[in-house]
């Protein structure tokens, strides 16, 4: 099959450090690749892959100190992609609605991939006026904001069933992952380890819209003997931070879409004590891979009761529902059938 995969511009795929998007096309894009399909990946030009690159900027924007204007590269590569689009048999978008136009006036099969909130007031005259195009969420609970959207298909996340090695053992530390923000609520990592009396690593990038958040609320918590700051971490150390840890703290206050460090733990082996929210129930399977919690007095229970779970059915769980191979598998099912779907349609138009 020749599929094109459409990534953001704003990191490379796969990233340097924090960016979730970017990882998962990545990881499809590699596996869609090993499974013999003909893959060319539009993304920016420090990408590394063994589709065909299309670099639509010379950089990863994040990293381009001079990039100013990141929606013209954008606009650009999507032209890039229209001008080939006669070379796929589907062209899968993952950089959100800004295609759309293009995609309803062009004779081309095309999915994208939602991979970010849809409880936003401002997209649903968006998604109301372009309920057309076919679009895929990353969990049930992501389409409850846009139910009579043209969902195709949920298609969990998954990573290489090799990337992370399996830690028999428990380490010592909670670890807390991500990005630092109001809604990823770090500060509830922080009281929680304060209360447990079980030392805390923070591994987490700072987003410029989040700087003053950080100085305000968070900086001032960074005191606390039990916590320490690592920073942005490497894919590389990834692996460890998350495989020593003695469990993942995902203590979220918003309508998660998916939440990729949650199988990211379990592919080490580690639990994870989540707050119930989003997809979260989706994704943890309670008293097994983890404790969904409600409150602070349920995650500090929960993490007492960690010795209670398997690190070996913590990475089972990962095998048998968060590889890429079983994501890869999934979104070639829903290529298939939109690519009969529009031959069905040309066949109908001719007759």
Not at 89 to 96: K, L, N, P, R, Y
Not at 237 to 261: Q, R
Not at 331 to 349: F, G, M, N, Q, S
């Amino acid at each position: 099959m020749r599929i094109a995969q459409v990534a953001p511009l704003y990191e490379s795929v796969p990233p340097r450090y924090y960016g979730g998007t970017e990882r998962v096309v990545s990881y499809l894009t590699e596996e869609l690749v090993r499974q013999g399909h003909e893959v060319t990946l539009f993304a920016s030009g420090d990408s590394v892959t063994r589709a065909r690159l299309v670099a639509a900027c010379r950089r990863s924007l994040r990293f381009d100190k001079h990039c100013i204007d990141e929606l013209a590269h954008q606009i650009l590569m999507l032209e890039n992609v229209f001008q080939r689009a006669a070379q796929f048999e589907i062209v899968h978008f993952h950089a959100d609605y800004l295609h759309f136009p293009l995609s309803r006036r062009q004779p081309i099969t095309h999915l994208t991939t939602l991979h970010g909130r849809l409880d936003i007031p401002d997209l649903v005259p968006l998604y109301q006026e372009f309920r057309d195009m076919p679009v895929v969420s990353i969990s049930n609970a992501q389409r409850e904001p846009l139910p009579w959207a043209n969902w195709q298909a949920t298609v969990y996340h998954g990573i290489p069933a090799d990337l992370y090695r399996f830690r028999a053992e428990p380490g010592t530390y909670l670890a807390f992952m991500g990005r630092i923000s109001p809604e990823k609520r770090v500060d509830r990592a922080i009281e929680i380890a304060k209360q447990v009396q079980i030392p805390l690593k923070i591994a987490a990038k700072v987003d410029r819209v989040d700087k003053d958040y950080f100085k305000l609320v968070v900086e001032p918590l960074l005191g606390e003997p039990l916590v320490e700051f690592v920073g942005e971490i490497s894919e590389g150390e990834k692996v460890d931070f998350l495989g020593n840890a003695y469990a993942l703290l995902f203590p979220i206050d918003w309508p998660e879409p998916f939440g990729l460090v949650m199988i990211e733990a379990m592919a080490c082996g580690t639990p994870v004590i989540a707050y119930r929210s989003g997809a979260v129930p989706e994704v943890m399977e309670e008293g097994y891979t983890g404790f969904i919690v409600e409150e602070l007095k349920d995650a500090v229970e929960a993490v007492r009761r960690v010795p209670e779970l398997s690190r070996k059915r913590c990475r089972e769980v990962f095998e048998q529902r968060f590889t890429a191979t079983r994501m890869a598998h999934d979104y070639v099912r829903v290529y298939e059938r939109l690519i009969r779907d529009t031959e069905d349609e040309a066949l109908e138009a001719r007759a």
